[in-house]
């Protein structure tokens, strides 16, 4: 397994402004994820975080509203940019560690008003 | 792309009764997966499981590929069972990539 660290774990934030999340992980891995869980919703997969190349995002989202970064292979951080109330949620970043199996971080809770 | 169903939605037991949740997916996948998500938004790994069935204690898994499901057996619930679980699949060339399903959402009363 691995042991993955979010920061911050929660904020509250005004609409406009930007949160900038990190997630550091105990060994180096390969593969990053990250994620947004809507309220009472299920997880959705933003991008994956490519270590020394941009991010591959998923349909619906876009590196202008969530920039990433992966300097390394146990760090990236994920920002919510201009947020609105749309973006409350909870943010989740993950990694493959073991065979082929999936771990996630503790996951960071984001309201915006 | 791949749809996940997960049912029932929603499960309310008294502790002690057991019970059977289903995840049918709609196309060949690498990997499944369940997830516990605790009351404090924790995802916990329950299982890693592609085909066959394992067992963790009150727990099991049983995976048939072949008919696209996966069930998960909670035998003997405890009130710290409550919580939210998630099946996950990788699609054939998704590069790891999981598509969750909607999750049920268990209560277990004590």
């Known amino acids: 397994s691995a042991v993955i660290s979010q920061k911050p774990s929660r904020d509250i934030c005004q609409r406009g402004t930007s949160l900038t999340i990190q997630c550091q992980v105990d060994?180096?891995?390969?593969?990053m994820f990250w994620y947004r869980q809507q309220p009472g919703q299920s997880l959705t997969l933003i991008a994956t975080a490519n270590q020394g190349s941009e991010a591959t995002y998923e349909s619906g989202f876009v590196i202008d509203k969530f920039p990433i970064s992966r300097p390394n292979l146990t760090f990236s951080t994920l920002t919510v940019s201009n947020m609105s109330p749309e973006d409350s949620s909870i943010y989740l970043c993950?990694?493959?560690?073991?065979?082929?199996?999936?771990?996630f971080g503790p996951g960071t809770r984001l309201t915006v008003l | 792309g791949i749809q996940v169903e997960q049912s029932p939605p929603d499960l309310i037991l008294q502790e002690g009764a057991n019970s059977t949740l289903r995840c049918n997916f709609s196309?060949?996948?690498?990997?499944l997966q369940w997830f516990h998500q605790n009351p404090w938004g924790q995802l916990i790994n329950l299982f890693y499981?592609?085909?066959g069935t394992k067992q963790n204690g009150r727990l099991s898994a049983t995976t048939v590929a072949t008919e696209r499901y996966s069930l998960l057996y909670i035998s003997s619930s405890q009130t710290t069972d409550s919580g939210v679980y998630f099946c996950?699949?990788?699609?054939?060339?998704?590069?790891?990539?999981?598509?969750f399903g909607g999750g049920t959402r268990l209560m277990v009363k004590p």
């Open positions: 060994s180096q891995v390969t593969m």
């Open positions: 499981i592609p085909s």
């Open positions: 196309d060949s996948v690498n990997n």
């Open positions: 996950a699949v990788e699609p054939n060339n998704a590069g790891n990539m999981l598509t």
């Open positions: 993950s990694v493959i560690a073991g065979v082929n199996e999936q771990f």
